[in-house]
């Protein structure tokens, strides 16, 4: 079986929060958009020069281009990089048509957002800002026609802790981003509180994650904090030491399957709507 009876179960009642990663990106091998931070910064050092021994750090390199050649500069490699021709793939249309309340999406591309868009306009984005830019705000909040709002109230609402191209190219790419919202989040500041209403009475389903950073398990840690669970990983047998530590300190129960052939399976999957818009 791929998807575990008990996963099935919380899933066919909507008890999920749904955590995508950009490892979701590489379900369709055509896709034009990087789908791993070592993708990203391949693509921001070829065209910003930054000392070899952080070529390969995303953030560092991030927090270098913002020193030397200003933020703008790191906004538009950032928005370059992701303002490319793609479409949603299999799973983003299954999350878009699922109806879940929250969607926690950690990475900086658009097509959430794309697949949501058939949908109709009962759904928004909460955004997270970068304090260069925005100081004094952790997040912005956004219709689906794009126009910011103060705050509304969705059948679906999409988190996105790092920012996303569109509506208003917000990334936290940065070192100085990311202290900024790391010297908070420990006591949840940062994180809107629709989303810790949302998470109090359902657990996390990780797709496209990896735990392999200090960066990538403190933003699942908060963001699924006080969450009632159980949680969920569809991982690769091939699991870091870091990640075995991880799941087992969060109780996440690792699913060894292929992202592909979880999502074939999640087709004919469809949760209870009843259970979806329940609080």
Request: with cysteine; charged share 20%; proline share 7%.
């Amino acid at each position: 079986m791929i998807i575990p009876g008990d996963l099935h179960e919380a899933l066919a009642a909507g008890r999920l929060i749904p955590y995508i990663g950009p490892g979701v990106l590489a379900l369709d091998p055509a896709c034009p958009l990087p789908a791993t931070p070592e993708a990203l910064v391949s693509r921001l050092v070829a065209r910003a020069a930054v000392p070899h021994k952080i070529r390969g750090n995303l953030t560092a390199a991030a927090q270098f281009i913002e020193n030397f050649k200003h933020r703008k500069t790191v906004n538009t490699l950032m928005r370059d990089a992701f303002a490319v021709d793609a479409s949603p793939n299999a799973l983003h249309g299954w999350l878009a048509a699922s109806g879940f309340p929250l969607i926690v999406h950690a990475w900086y591309d658009d097509l959430v957002r794309a697949a949501l868009a058939a949908r109709g306009g009962d759904w928004g984005l909460v955004q997270a800002v970068s304090q260069a830019e925005h100081y004094g705000t952790w997040v912005h909040y956004f219709r689906p026609d794009g126009v910011r709002v103060d705050r509304a109230s969705w059948a679906t609402l999409v988190y996105e802790p790092f920012g996303a191209l569109h509506p208003a190219c917000n990334f936290l790419v940065s070192d100085s981003d990311f202290v900024e919202v790391l010297t908070e989040i420990d006591i949840q500041t940062p994180i809107p509180r629709e989303v810790q209403a949302l998470r109090q009475d359902r657990g996390v389903l990780f797709l496209g994650c990896r735990f392999t950073t200090q960066l990538e398990r403190a933003f699942a840690r908060q963001i699924m904090k006080r969450s009632h669970g159980p949680h969920w990983a569809v991982l690769p047998d091939t699991k870091t030491r870091n990640e075995s530590r991880f799941l087992s300190e969060q109780s996440i129960t690792p699913v060894v399957v292929d992202l592909a052939a979880f999502t074939h399976a999640l087709a004919d999957l469809t949760p209870a709507p009843e259970a979806l818009v329940a609080s």
